[in-house]
């Protein structure tokens, strides 16, 4: 006599099928080899990342000055309010230089990572 054995198979969605992947990838080894969009992708985010960083430390930094000025001048009236006024003074000029400083950083490491990202960019259009 022969034995029949039902067997049920599922098949997942596309998109379930795409999450397991994605699942399955982080747990990969990863590849030596790195795909051309990924490497560009990698370089555009390296040209703003140093400025962005560079500018976040010098904005939050200035304001927190910036708030130890007013604490002086408003908690402290009669001993430290003209040295209040200036340490505020130089947290407000701290504020005003992240944004240059933001693009100074980001227009040196443009200029710099240029010729590499047009050339991965050419070849990925060809």
């Keep these: 006599m022969e034995e029949k054995s039902k067997v049920f198979t599922y098949t997942y969605s596309a998109a379930q099928q795409e999450e397991v ?3 399955r990838d ?3 080894p990863p590849t030596r080899e790195e795909d051309k969009l990924e490497r560009l992708r990698r370089l555009d985010q390296s040209v703003t990342r ?3 960083i560079a500018a976040l430390i010098v904005g939050i930094i200035s304001t927190l000055v ?3 000025g007013m604490c002086c001048t408003m908690v ?3 001993t430290l309010f003209v040295p209040g006024i200036i340490i505020g003074i ?3 000029i ?3 230089v992240a944004y240059p400083l933001y693009v100074h950083i980001t227009n040196k490491r443009r200029e710099k990572l240029a010729p ?3 050339r991965i960019a050419d070849e990925l259009i060809k």
């Design 90 to 92: 130089v947290g407000i």
């Design 94 to 96: 701290g504020i005003c």
């Design 50 to 52: 140093p400025g962005l």
């Design 26 to 28: 982080k747990y990969s």
């Design 76 to 78: 402290w009236d009669d």
């Design 21 to 23: 992947k994605r699942i």
């Design 116 to 118: 590499e990202i047009m």
């Design 66 to 68: 910036l708030g130890v």
